[in-house]
């Protein structure tokens, strides 16, 4: 029951105005004492030609009335303070109609039923020389819950991938490796094939530093690479397959699942046709150095290369046939880019050059933009050999973890401890970088998200398996005691407040879907497992009157329901005991 589309509804049918427009302008008050909902009538005034306090004076009445009539009054009370008419709902049949629904339809409680929209999420967009960083880490983390949302919303999502394979910096870890690899493999250094690729990316630096004229020999090296030099290419496919093996183990300790791999390298050839036929159509210009270019100086976007004057491709020509190669797979309806904030100039020429191209999927092409990570000590310098990457932050939480299980659970096995610190540590990483907006920077601080209070995955967690303790403590098949419960025995005022939570999640995914912004479900949980948390310190459950205790049982058992549905949308893994 959505008490917002029943107040649209009536307003609607006494007023005359837009039930879409009401809907929008439908309030929460702060305090509840100005009721549950409440209705603004200062938008109303121009056409109903009257002042607003009037106007709610008069709708208040009429509403009053219908209410009155009703069998199964919706509001316990309707009234009006100035300008704004406040609902107050009727609570037992909120708190009826939610919980039942809950327990009808369990985990897919807010879900919507499948539909045709195709949606691509782009991530993370690695380049094959160096380890996944942090920054990719906030880039996989956003697109799996983005995925998990979206497909819960009914949407057919599908996890794409570029991979970065060819160009001046792959280049660079190539260069250094064919002066001192020497032979070396990951296997023989006992190195993750990643890390293995990226000491020499960092070696690459120091070389440049001693003899900045090696730019040269990169450049000589690009255009061996791309007139398929037999020596240059053998190095590079087996340097790639090192880089690319060590992000599968990443994606593995992240359940991040990538439904199919474009690389560069395979589609660059076909963005320079674009590129070159887009020229001679007069779509671009090339400039005083003969390379291709787009003018958008009148967008206050300046002048993007596409193609440089000795032919080689730049990072946008293989954006642009990438697109068009998607499309032509998925006939998609949407696709998000998950890329950094510091590419937003470069996306919104992009999107111009699929404009320019005529190219219908160009309105249906998004940026998703996020701010970055840093550490307590301060920010990434991958340049300088510095970079945190994402298989060491992991391993350092889950160590962190595994210290603090061993000393608050010594009669743990050693197999126990390990699961459970992965789920804990988990948990901590992803709920923290899920719960700030995209948009935001921040400073991640493992051990601050470890703490089993506050707004953390432990705390998620804790709340969860405190819930299961009491099913536990029961002794009885939770769903068999409960489905005779008298849940009309629910008339305490956080009782209410709770059910009125539990209503609030399918508006909460929506609006996460809507505004790309997954920390909304962060939030919602988090707000979630902090009111059951003070309804189970202010009433007994276990020791009430065994219809009572019946009916709240019902309750936590919708709350767990919903926390575990929230904690899935985040790929968090819940944990039965902690």
Not at 455 to 480: H, M, Q, V
């Amino acid at each position: 029951m959505d008490f917002k589309e029943i107040i649209a509804d009536l307003v609607h049918k006494e007023s005359g105005v837009d039930k879409n427009i009401i809907v929008k302008i439908i309030e929460i008050p702060p305090d509840p004492k100005l009721g549950d909902y409440s209705l603004p009538c200062f938008i109303f005034a121009k056409q109903l030609k009257k002042s607003p306090q009037n106007i709610a004076l008069e709708l208040k009445d009429k509403l009053n009335m219908i209410n009155l009539k009703q069998d199964h009054r919706h509001f316990e009370l309707i009234n009006n303070v100035g300008a704004y008419i406040n609902f107050f709902v009727n609570k037992q049949l909120l708190i009826k109609n939610i919980l039942t629904k809950i327990m009808h339809e369990k985990e897919c409680y807010g879900s919507k039923e499948p539909q045709k929209s195709v949606v691509l999420i782009e991530s993370p967009g690695p380049n094959t020389n160096k380890p996944l960083h942090l920054g990719h880490l906030r880039n996989m983390l956003l697109g799996q819950c983005l995925y998990d949302i979206l497909k819960f919303q009914g949407k057919d999502a599908h996890i794409v991938n570029v991979v970065n394979d060819r160009g001046v910096h792959i280049c660079k870890s190539m260069l250094a490796y064919q002066k001192y690899g020497q032979g070396k493999t990951p296997e023989s250094t006992n190195t993750k094939p990643d890390h293995f690729v990226g000491d020499y990316y960092v070696m690459y630096q120091n070389l440049e530093k001693e003899n900045p004229g090696i730019e040269k020999d990169i450049q000589e090296m690009l255009v061996k690479w791309e007139d398929d030099d037999l020596e240059t290419r053998k190095l590079w496919r087996k340097m790639n397959l090192w880089c690319l093996e060590g992000f599968e183990q990443t994606y593995q300790k992240l359940d991040f699942k990538i439904e199919r791999e474009y690389f560069e390298s395979e589609t660059y050839m076909h963005g320079k046709e674009i590129i070159i036929d887009g020229w001679k159509n007069k779509l671009f210009d090339m400039d005083e150095n003969k390379a291709i270019i787009i003018n958008l100086e009148d967008q206050g976007l300046g002048k993007k290369v596409l193609l440089r004057s000795d032919s080689t491709s730049v990072y946008i020509t293989q954006d642009i046939f990438m697109a068009k190669k998607r499309f032509d797979d998925y006939r998609f309806d949407e696709m998000y880019y998950i890329v950094g904030n510091e590419q937003e100039h470069h996306f919104k020429v992009l999107f111009e050059v699929f404009k320019r191209l005529g190219w219908k999927f160009s309105e249906k092409c998004y940026h998703f933009s996020y701010g970055m990570v840093e550490l307590p000590e301060g920010k990434m310098k991958s340049r300088e050999g510095t970079v945190i990457d994402t298989d060491d932050l992991i391993d350092s939480v889950i160590k962190i973890a595994k210290d603090e299980v061993a000393k608050r659970y010594d009669a743990l096995s050693d197999e126990e401890i390990d699961k459970r610190s992965r789920i804990i540590a988990m948990s901590a990483i992803r709920f923290f970088f899920l719960k700030f907006d995209p948009l935001r920077n921040f400073v991640f601080n493992p051990k601050e998200s470890l703490a089993f209070d506050g707004e953390t995955g432990p705390y998620i967690e804790y709340s969860y398996a405190r819930i299961n303790s009491i099913f536990r403590k029961l002794g009885e098949d939770i769903e068999g005691y409960i489905k005779d419960a008298d849940i009309s025995l629910l008339n305490e005022k956080n009782e209410f407040e709770l059910a009125k939570i539990l209503a609030n999640y399918p508006k909460i995914i929506d609006q996460a879907a809507r505004e790309l912004k997954p920390s909304l479900i962060a939030h919602y949980v988090l707000g979630l497992a902090q009111s059951f948390n003070e309804f189970y310190h202010a009433n007994p459950i276990l020791i009430s009157e065994e219809k009572l205790r019946k009916a709240r049982l019902y309750l936590i058992y919708c709350i767990q329901l919903v926390m575990k549905s929230a904690m899935k949308l985040m790929h968090i893994e819940e944990i039965d005991e902690m």
